[in-house]
């Protein structure tokens, strides 16, 4: 009934099991059917509109039951993860990924190949390289979507069951400024909030998702009740603090989401890293950061930085002016804004060229270790920790900060025609997706005024300013606060020039200052704006534009000149062919020839980009996928339940029921024509292994990871084999304790040309015996892992392989430091494998004399203790438990 309710309303249901105690249901709508403005979904994350098909999937992990109680939830009972996917239902893979550790990281598909490369499994590499349709990726707003899902959701349902006529606006109303469910509720605030959200809906004509609480016949659907909030709030999302997730002040309108004024929402987004990914838009975004930064640093150098443009309230830290010891202040303390302009300048040249960040964030440089467990690079780890963290965090201000759309043009047919080579050009919008609705409205009223308008909906022309302003504009658009050069000449009016070169000479003035990490340094900048065409009603149109109504201009492009242009010389007869020759298949918006747009006394071209993206929406088209075989399965009426198939059904998938390929005996043999050589170790040779009793109160967290982690082991090993898997595990051998793995790594899955295969092979050693211990605070600390038998040549006598000398692995990735809960087990035991084959800088080698002596628990514990402390990394608090264990 519920899967039907959310066909019904045009979503795309889903249901995977991923185990008995993980049931998910995820639905999913394609992104460019949400109505949100293709311009605001590229401001948003540029992966939203690509041309190809998107969807904004919700997973919802229930646990084991459904439906789920709406009436008795509690807080995490249900688990939600926001991402887009190119199809309506990720893969089971990618919906587990998604639960142990859902992260922004784009780069785990690169890693993962190149960890399966090294295994030599080539075919499975060539398959983690193409992009497939079972793919989960989170996007730009998926940190505070997931928060906000699953920190508030389940009470503001439970707010609006207790409390009729009350929407999903008047509920948070209520949530957000600190009542719970059972607390009284305002409701004459409440109905105020709801009365509001539906009139700026109408007004700005954003398409809200019906409410499922109107109709009693889907007022108990959960899975609709949650996927309809997440469209409201994704479609509204600059409306609201990523933080707080309160409404924020709408004095300044803004196309990107961003954090409100509150000083706690500031501090959490600053010194916690809470909000949007700095990395994430480095990454994706480099020019527009180092614009970004230069701005701030030339608004800091020449006093355009000032009043609430100043990072206040963060706890930066800025060097104490003076030729004495180096000391800091803090930055809120300084007494005078030059002071802190002067500090703000002072921590902008401690960070390094944006490139270069990009290049450390994409692990150009990653270490085999790094590169193998798919390690997540911060930026305050770069230059091993010399930058501070005030200078961090001040970038991340600046990022942040910025409540436009900032984006590099690169395609040709987006590039403003006519504009010299040398100028960089910017994607450049302000205001809400609701300003655009504006814009469209007051072109629409001057059509009915004016037949010209109907033939020329609007007019381009250049606004200048110096560089020092724009880092204002970029935060806070054209406004009429104050009168300044480029701005305008009288209070509360906007100029704007046809001729670029007198917005980029008179008013746009060159810049004397260029931070050191500048990857293009800027010398002066100019906007290109679109007005409405009314100039009967401007100000004044001769021979500037002055336009006094906000709601008539939207910034397009940011052309921006370099500064020092001494790079080499491109032919120009060559460049005029090309340029040419570029222009020809593209569509260009008619100007009004009463209001040519020029640069240098050339006439420009302004591309349709709304053509291009209106492409792009048609290719994606509005027909749903058709729903998996499993989920149309879902959607008819069940059979009669059968007592024994269910039984069946039960025992079946039992993790320790399984047997595994090497134990299986003949029926193996039968159903593979080539069975795997290895043979588990003997009975007597296991009992170099203490046998611990399972702990008597185990975490249901730990216990819940470790046994999917046990399944998919198992999975690996029943379809590959031990030898090719690289490790045998039986959770048999375990003496029923979940938390201690007895694991072998078959000599026969080592090539056979390497020091420690060849040893083995010599010795008649059969598998390196492993054993691994979880603690109870497992995936969030890591495991134990230590080689029992044989005996390693000790690193101090030209041994090697990661082994210490007691036994015991040593990766920083299995010390607090390194650790990442998102390592699986199979992953780890492979880069061990590697590490111990591994000629540099020296391969594991058996010790000749000692080999066959085993390692006890203790000396494991000691030779990791003196491997921390040698490297400097934290040790696990669970060790010393074990270490009484023994």
Not at 231 to 239: G, K, N, T
Not at 292 to 298: R, T
Not at 372 to 387: A, F, H, N, S, Y
Not at 521 to 531: D, G, N, P, T
């Amino acid at each position: 009934r519920d899967f039907k309710a959310l066909l019904q309303e045009g979503y795309q249901p889903g249901f995977t099991r991923l185990s008995e105690l993980d049931l998910v249901v995820s639905v999913a709508k394609k992104v460019n059917l949400l109505g949100v403005p293709a311009r605001a979904l590229q401001a948003w994350d540029s992966r939203l509109i690509t041309g190809q098909v998107v969807y904004l999937v919700l997973l919802m992990n229930v646990g084991s039951t459904y439906p789920v109680d709406l009436d008795h939830q509690t807080s995490g009972q249900v688990r939600f993860r926001v991402g887009i996917s190119p199809t309506y239902k990720p893969s089971k893979d990618a919906i587990s990924a998604a639960f142990r550790a859902h992260s922004s990281n784009p780069y785990t598909r690169t890693f993962l190949a190149l960890l399966l490369l090294l295994s030599r499994r080539e075919t499975d590499c060539k398959s983690m390289l193409t992009p497939t349709a079972g793919d989960f990726d989170a996007i730009s707003l998926s940190n505070p979507l997931n928060a906000l899902m699953n920190d508030k959701f389940q009470q503001l349902v439970q707010i609006r069951r207790s409390n009729d006529r009350v929407g999903w606006a008047g509920a948070e109303q209520h949530c957000f400024t600190g009542n719970g469910a059972g607390q009284p509720l305002d409701k004459k605030a409440a109905r105020a909030a709801d009365k509001e959200e539906k009139t700026a809906a109408e007004t700005n004509a954003s398409p809200l998702p019906k409410d499922p609480m109107a109709s009693i016949k889907t007022a108990n659907n959960f899975p609709l009740l949650a996927f309809s909030y997440l469209i409201r709030r994704f479609v509204m999302c600059p409306r609201f603090c990523l933080n707080c997730f309160k409404r924020c002040d709408m004095t300044i309108t803004a196309l990107k989401p961003f954090v409100c004024d509150n000083p706690l929402c500031l501090f959490q987004l600053i010194q916690l890293g809470l909000g949007p990914s700095l990395e994430h838009e480095i990454v994706t975004n480099a020019p527009a950061v180092d614009l970004l930064v230069q701005l701030a640093y030339i608004a800091a150098k020449e006093g355009g930085l000032r009043d609430e443009l100043l990072p206040n309230g963060l706890g930066l830290e800025v060097p104490r002016a003076g030729d004495g010891p180096q000391a800091f202040d803090d930055l809120d303390d300084l007494a005078h804004d030059d002071f802190k302009r002067a500090g703000i300048v002072a921590l902008i040249n401690e960070l390094p060229p944006i490139n270069v960040m990009r290049e450390w964030l994409l692990g150009q440089d990653m270490s085999s270790d790094e590169r193998i467990m798919q390690r997540t690079r911060k930026l305050v780890d770069m230059q091993q920790g010399t930058v501070s963290k005030s200078a961090w965090r001040l970038l991340r201000f600046i990022v942040a900060s910025n409540t436009s759309y900032l984006k590099q043009i690169e395609d040709e047919d987006e590039l403003v025609q006519g504009v010299p080579a040398e100028y960089r050009q910017f994607r450049f919008i302000v205001g809400d997706p609701a300003k655009e609705h504006r814009l469209r409205e007051s072109i629409k009223l001057a059509q009915q005024d004016d037949p010209n308008a109907v033939a020329y909906p609007t007019l381009y022309a250049w606004h200048g300013s110096s560089a020092k302003n724009f880092h204002s504009i970029l935060r806070q658009g054209l406004h009429f606060k104050e009168t300044i050069n480029g701005r305008a000449c009288v209070p509360f009016l906007v100029y704007f020039a046809l001729q670029g070169e007198v917005s980029l000479g008179t008013y746009a003035n060159n810049t004397m200052n260029s931070w050191k990490g500048a990857e293009f340094a800027i010398s002066k900048l100019a906007a290109i704006c679109e007005i409405t065409n009314r100039p009967q009603e401007f100000v004044s149109s001769q021979p500037y534009l002055v336009c006094n109504q906000l709601d008539w201009i939207q910034c397009r492009v940011l052309v921006v000149q370099r500064n020092n242009l001494t790079g080499p010389q491109e032919d120009q007869a060559s460049s005029d062919k090309d340029k040419k020759k570029a222009k020809t298949n593209i569509k260009t918006i008619p100007l009004d020839p009463r209001f040519p747009l020029t640069l240098s006394s050339a006439r420009i071209a302004f591309p349709d980009v709304e053509d291009k993206l209106q492409r792009l929406e048609d290719a994606l088209g509005d027909t749903p996928d058709d729903l998996h075989e499993s989920d149309n399965e879902i959607l008819k009426d069940p059979p009669a339940p059968s007592p024994t198939k269910r039984g069946n059904a039960r025992a079946d998938n039992h993790w320790g029921k399984r047997t595994s390929p090497a134990m299986s005996g003949s029926k193996q043999s039968e159903a593979t024509p080539m069975p795997d050589p290895f043979e588990p170790a003997d009975a007597e040779r296991l009992k170099l292994i203490k046998m611990l009793p399972p702990p008597k109160n185990p975490s249901r967290t730990a216990l819940s990871m470790i046994q999917k982690e046990m399944k998919a082991m198992m999975k690996t090993q029943e379809i590959e084999g031990p030898t090719k898997a690289g490790f045998f595990y039986d959770p048999e051998r375990s003496n029923d304790n979940a938390f201690t793995w007895i694991v072998e790594l078959p000599q026969g899955s080592f090539d056979q040309d390497i020091p420690l295969a060849k040893d083995m092979k010599q010795r008649g050693v059969k598998s390196i015996l492993m054993e691994i211990r979880f603690g109870d605070s497992y995936p969030f600390s890591p495991p134990f892992f230590r080689v029992v038998h044989p005996r390693f040549l000790p690193f101090i006598h030209g041994g090697g392989g990661h082994v210490t000398g007691g036994g015991s692995i040593c990766m920083d990735l299995l010390t607090s430091n390194g650790w990442s809960s998102v390592y699986s087990i199979e992953a780890i035991l492979l880069q061990i494998r590697m590490a111990m084959s591994n000629l540099e800088p020296r391969p594991g080698r058996l010790d000749p004399s000692t080999w066959n002596s085993p390692y006890s628990m203790d000396e494991a514990i000691q030779g990791f203790k003196r491997a921390a402390a040698t490297h400097g990394w934290t040790v696990p608090p669970e060790l010393e438990q074990m270490a009484r264990q023994g």
